[in-house]
């Protein structure tokens, strides 16, 4: 199993451009989820799905949009870059919901200029 | 919302001590405490956690204690190495079941 797969692994956007970062697992995991993490602040939760065609908001979900049509995949979206969303991006999953352990993929840095 | 803080920001121990990290939560009903190690440029990845119903959970050199009453929780690590060198972060699943608040982590050091 590959596990939880993230693409790009950099990304340098400038303001205003959009883009949508991917990610994948192959674990037949129900729950997926979003964070960012910078420096001194931790993990935040930007937005989480419990299964194929249900997404919820987490804490910091201004400016992002997901979707999960399979269960395999669940995309981020940036609607249009600011120099605030400049951090690094990782996905998770976990079998049935956010009480259980979370595989994290291995993150995609984001630079906006 | 849930609110998850951490202390200390870092901590620096030589080999072979104690150390000790502890975090506070804002939701009673919260029940779910994981504790994720990060080295440096990697992805997080859990090492142990713990459930409302049982007080303290132990694992080789690891333990986590909880306090729900006082809402808080600690991580311990005991005969330390320099491979446990990292950030360490808490985190606490609020009542609705699937959002995740994370502490702000701790970076620590173990000095050979």
């Known amino acids: 199993n590959a596990g939880v797969t993230q693409t790009p692994k950099f990304q340098v956007l400038k303001t205003g451009q959009s883009m949508t970062l991917q990610c994948a697992q192959d674990?037949?995991?129900?729950?997926m989820s979003w964070y960012r993490q910078d420096p001194g602040m931790g993990l935040r939760l930007i937005h989480y799905?419990?299964?194929?065609?249900?997404?919820d908001q987490g804490e910091v979900p201004n400016g992002y949009n997901v979707s999960r049509s399979t269960t395999e995949d669940f995309p981020l979206r940036l609607l249009s870059a600011a120099p605030s969303q400049t951090s690094v991006y990782f996905c998770?999953?976990?079998?049935?919901?956010?009480?259980?352990?979370?595989?994290f993929g291995p993150g995609t840095r984001l630079t906006v200029l | 919302g849930e609110n998850v803080e951490q202390h200390p920001s870092t901590l620096s121990v030589q080999e072979g001590d104690s150390a000790v990290i502890k975090c506070t939560y804002s939701?009673?009903?919260?029940?779910?405490f994981p504790w994720y190690k990060q080295e440096l440029g990697k992805r997080p990845q859990l090492i142990i956690d713990?459930?409302?119903?049982?007080g303290e959970k132990k694992d080789q050199r690891i333990a986590v204690t909880l306090n729900k009453t006082a809402k808080h929780f600690s991580l311990h690590i005991t005969e330390t190495q320099p491979e446990d060198s990292a950030v360490y972060f808490c985190?606490?699943?609020?009542?609705?079941?699937?959002?995740?608040?994370f502490g702000a982590g701790t970076r620590l050091t173990v000095k050979p």
């Open positions: 939701d009673s009903a919260s029940n779910y």
């Open positions: 799905s419990v299964g194929a065609g249900i997404t």
């Open positions: 674990m037949n995991h129900e729950y």
């Open positions: 985190a606490a699943l609020w009542a609705n079941n699937n959002d995740m608040r």
């Open positions: 713990i459930r409302s119903n049982v």
């Open positions: 998770a999953s976990s079998p049935s919901s956010g009480s259980n352990e979370q595989f």
